[in-house]
């Protein structure tokens, strides 16, 4: 009916081609249009004005000799005002802008290694937009945005690149364990350094202790019985502890203790042997 009345109807986000005897005369924008068709005007097509999206894979060596497949995804359209260039200058779009992306991509990533190339996928993708944006400008298309959204290496190097990874972790693990082990030897260490000194410190003065009570013995016992020397004392003293030493040592049943000698005359050698060594140190001072 439309084209009885001469009237065109052309969608939002698209643009028409309008010719006159086979020779093209302008763009229609969206709305309706007179097109006298016994007048020779005709419509040669429809372009779409929307943003597409094209996904390109493209199989190529890094410079470590490793074969990947790099995907690159590319968002363009066509511009309004050159809508008439792209409509006329391209028959394939799609082909073109892939041929490109090969171009570029198979110039690029064999410079890279490997690992380089998946850390420079923001250079890769600006290098294709780049080159993508020069060469289809002339055609009347802009290209909105490159993205390289994988590479993907062969399924024998993944697996390699995985299990040095792991193996990376494992050592990295180790080394921690082994660190950690260490701080807690050398914190053991101290524990019973510091133990030990304390036990050291216990030690003298449990044994200034009974310096100190024995004096106070012997004075007071010197002082409460008269005609007993500081001799008598200390005798009947190292005689109390001897058979104390002994009763303590017969009332353990798995006692490795061995007291020798253990005769009660003993004790009379012990107290001289203690006399002698307190004299000369008298004798020396």
């Known amino acids: 009916m439309g084209n009885l009345l001469c009237c065109v109807k052309v969608d939002q986000s698209t643009v028409a081609i309008k010719e006159r005897f086979g020779k093209f005369e302008e763009v229609l924008e969206p709305g309706c249009h007179c097109l006298p068709w016994f007048l020779g005007s005709q419509l040669a097509g429809h372009m779409s004005l929307r943003l597409q999206q094209l996904d390109v894979k493209c199989e190529t060596k890094t410079k470590d000799n490793v074969f990947v497949n790099v995907v690159a995804s590319i968002q363009y359209r066509a511009l309004g005002d050159k809508a008439s260039d ?3 200058k391209l028959s394939n779009t ?10 570029v991509i198979r110039a690029s990533v064999p410079k890279l290694n490997l690992d380089d190339a998946f850390e420079q996928k923001t250079e890769i ?3 294709v937009e780049d080159e993508l944006e020069k060469a289809m400008s002339a055609y009347g298309f802009e290209i909105v945005q490159t993205l390289i959204v994988d590479i993907e290496p062969d399924a024998q190097v993944k697996r390699a690149m995985n299990e040095i990874n792991a193996a990376a972790r494992l050592r990295l693990a180790a080394t921690e364990k082994a660190e950690a082990e260490k701080i807690l030897q050398i914190k053991r260490a101290e ?4 133990s030990k000194y304390l036990a050291g410190l216990g030690i003298a003065r449990q044994r200034q202790a009974i310096v100190d009570g024995l004096r106070d ?11 007993t020397t500081a001799k008598d004392v200390m005798d009947m003293v190292l005689v109390t502890q001897y058979f104390d030493t002994m009763k303590e040592i017969g009332a353990a049943s798995k006692s ?12 009379r050698d012990v107290a001289s042997q203690i006399r002698d060594g307190l004299i000369q140190a008298s004798a020396r001072q």
Not at 94 to 103: K, P
């Open 256 to 267: 490795s203790a061995v007291f020798i000698p253990h005769g009660p005359g003993a004790i």
């Open 86 to 88: 792209a409509f006329y």
């Open 125 to 127: 993708a600006k290098a």
């Open 94 to 103: 799609r082909s073109q802008i892939q041929a490109y992306v090969f171009d």
């Open 217 to 227: 013995s012997v004075l007071g016992f010197s002082e409460n019985v008269p005609g």
């Open 191 to 194: 524990g019973e350094a510091e």
